[in-house]
């Protein structure tokens, strides 16, 4: 009887246990799969394309600076080779009423001596003004004469002031205390001609 009892037991704790078995084996089994995020695709801005037509205006503009640029540069040195230069200028001086025992030798030939120096008598003989190129005489009816004397020499020339021999200004109608080989007197400028210098 009392193994009646146990068996009955046994079996009354297997139906137990099995009535619960089967609801925990038909629990399903989820498996959870993480969803992975892509990062949003960010949109690159689009360029905006400079069309050819303005690449070769920019360019012309450019080529056109330059040029403009070098031709200023140009403009600008010629201005000043104009304006301020070395040039050579060969000048007449007047000796008015020169007495002619003073400016002519035993035969009658000019003393002022082509090719010789022509100075400032104020400036002793350091200042000199140019070199006689040639010389002619006036014989006046009074029994004076009046002496001519072709000065050739190198100027610097200042669009402004004119042409200048160191200090000395030279322009026509300016007069000097001159000495001349032999002869000092006041010597006035009667006549100017310019030409570039020869820069050899």
């Not at 002619?100 to 009658?108: G, H, K, N, S």
Request: proline share 4%.
């Amino acid at each position: 009887m009392m193994a009646d009892n146990k068996k009955n037991q046994i079996i009354a704790d297997d139906q137990k246990a099995s009535s619960i078995a089967p609801e925990t084996a038909a629990a399903p089994v989820v498996e959870v799969k993480k969803k992975v995020r892509k990062a949003p695709k960010v949109k690159k801005p689009k360029k905006k394309g400079i069309p050819l037509i303005v690449d070769i205006l920019i360019v012309v503009l450019l080529l056109a600076v330059v040029a403009g640029a070098v031709y200023g540069l140009y403009s600008l040195g010629k201005y000043f080779s104009t304006r301020y230069a070395e040039m050579e200028i060969t000048y007449t001086l007047l000796l008015r009423d020169v007495d002619p025992a003073l400016v002519l030798d035993q035969e009658d030939n000019c003393v002022i001596l082509p090719d010789s120096n022509v100075f400032l008598a104020e400036e002793e003989s350091t200042h000199t003004i140019g070199r006689v190129l040639s010389t002619s005489v006036d014989f006046k009816d009074d029994g004076s004469t009046d002496v001519l004397v072709t000065v050739r020499t190198t100027a610097n020339y200042n669009y402004t002031l004119g042409y200048f021999v160191e200090d000395t200004k030279i322009a026509v109608g300016k007069e000097y205390l001159c000495r001349f080989s032999g002869v000092m007197g006041k010597a006035l400028i009667v006549e100017l001609q310019v030409q570039e210098a020869d820069n050899e």
